[in-house]
């Protein structure tokens, strides 16, 4: 279910979710040692090579009444739990949530909680929020995520945004993902200018269109974006298309046939890399 380095080892901890377990591999895929987590988690991540943090859906029972309802922790080497944080406050039979919730940049973990517009950064001392998302009164009303059900939030969606977790801090830049029962919005906003722009209009060829799927960065100004060799072969016909209807594009259209040729479902997901430059007027 999760992934992740461990910091000042060379060792990967492989989050079993189904068996609560997390599973220690080398760098070489050599099995070391498996641990026993105390819940049932989401997702996994380390402060250092003892503590961890732990995010999981809150409002499912975790089997300890007492932090029952709660999505963040932070455990011992022991797994032994240090502090917890974020009260789930929704009707026990409210299915929705936030998956990605947990991740890390660098020396970086940040955690966005389910339906709170946050992006904190979490460290050594504490929590601390370092984004908050305005949606300009299109969020969904406080008052109705604490009495929705599952059938209402569905119908809330065609009315509102919320935020799924989904961003990438880079050095001048913010993207993230907003979520409506559409479709998948992408924003970006510019710390320089304080200015927010809305990017799904922007598409101009094919492979750009993966763009919006990228959630993970790799330098300061780089997003990566893993896409199924399967789906861009179910597509194969539409980024054709575009080599047909712009054959100035002389570039693009040679790094499409590069990417097409020989391509089957079977093959390994393919990797988009997109940096982002800004040009001054």
Same mark, same amino acid.
């Given at each position: ?117 946050? *992006?904190? /950064?979490?460290?050594? @001392?504490?929590?601390? =929020?370092?984004?908050? &998302?305005? +949606? #300009? ?118 790094? *499409?046939? /590069?990417?097409?040729? @020989?391509?089957?479902? =079977?093959?390994?997901? &393919?990797? +988009? #890399? ?8």
């Amino acid at each position: 279910d999760d992934v992740t380095l461990i910091p000042e080892t060379n060792h990967i901890g492989v989050l079993d979710r189904g068996t609560k377990k997390i599973k220690i591999f080398d760098l070489k895929g050599k099995f070391i040692r498996s641990e026993d987590t105390p819940f049932y988690l989401n997702n996994i991540e380390y402060l250092n090579q003892h503590q961890k943090i732990g995010s999981l859906i809150g409002r499912y029972p975790n089997g300890t009444e007492k932090y029952s309802g709660y999505s963040l922790f932070t455990f011992d080497k022991n797994w032994e739990i240090i502090n917890y944080a974020f009260k789930d406050p929704f009707k026990p039979n409210f299915k929705f949530t936030s998956i990605n919730t947990l991740k890390k940049y660098n020396n970086h973990i940040f955690y966005t909680p389910p339906f709170e517009n946050l *992006i904190c /950064e979490i460290d050594q @001392n504490g929590i601390n =929020n370092i984004y908050k &998302i305005n +949606f #300009l009164g299109k969020e969904i009303p406080k008052y109705k995520l604490l009495n929705t059900s599952d059938q209402e939030f569905s119908h809330l969606l065609t009315q509102y945004k919320y935020f799924d977790g989904i961003f990438c801090d880079l050095k001048n830049f913010l993207i993230l993902k907003t979520v409506n029962k559409q479709r998948e919005e992408t924003f970006f906003y510019n710390k320089k200018n304080q200015q927010t722009y809305f990017l799904n209009n922007l598409i101009t060829n094919p492979l750009e269109n993966y763009f919006h799927k990228a959630d993970l960065q790799i330098n300061d100004s780089t997003i990566i974006a893993p896409v199924s060799a399967s789906q861009i072969y179910r597509e194969k016909e539409w980024i054709l298309s575009f080599t047909v209807a712009k054959p100035g594009e002389t570039k693009i259209n040679q790094h *499409i046939n /590069e990417l097409l040729h @020989n391509l089957t479902e =079977n093959d390994n997901p &393919i990797l +988009f #890399l997109y940096s982002i430059k800004s040009y001054e007027k």
